[in-house]
Each structure stands twice: as C-alpha cells, then as structure tokens.
C-alpha cells in the first residue's frame, strides 16, 4: 500500500519546488540545462519542481549546483 502524503507534507514540498523553479528562473535556465549542468536527469529536475517526492541528498546536489546553502532549500 503507498503511503499517502500528509497536507502538511504537501504544502512543504510545494514550497520547495517553488524555491527551486523560481531559482531556475532567476538564473534563465530550462531543466534540461540544469540537469545536464548539475548530473541529475531533466525528470528529476521536473519532479522536484512538481512537487513530488524525492530524496534528501537530490536536494543536496541540488543546492550545490546552485551553490546555496542547504537551509535555504527549506525557506518557506
């Protein structure tokens, strides 16, 4: 059985995607670039922007590519 995600939950990876669509934007990037640019699959990118489900250490390098600190992948 696949565990549903809480509102809570939701609402916060929302904001997550939000933060890195927005950073994309700032920086004039497609996700195919940033994914070819920072060795994540363009679907990943998409994920995390959707709002889905993905691990702690994506983020990660994610932030990294970005070159921000990690607390600022979770700023709501």
């Given at each position: 059985m696949k565990k549903e995600i809480s509102?809570?939950?939701?609402?916060?990876?929302?904001?997550i995607a939000s933060n890195f669509r927005e950073?994309?934007?700032s920086y004039g990037l497609t996700q195919a670039e940033v994914g070819e640019n920072g060795n994540l699959h363009q679907n990943t990118i998409a994920?995390?922007?959707?709002?889905?489900?993905?691990?702690?250490?994506?983020?990660?390098?994610?932030?990294?590519?970005?070159?921000?600190?990690?607390?600022?992948?979770f700023d709501e």
């Open positions: 509102k809570e939950n939701k609402r916060r990876l929302e904001a950073l994309r934007f994920r995390i922007e959707n709002a889905k489900n993905v691990t702690l250490t994506t983020l990660f390098d994610l932030a990294d590519y970005y070159q921000i600190p990690t607390h600022q992948i």
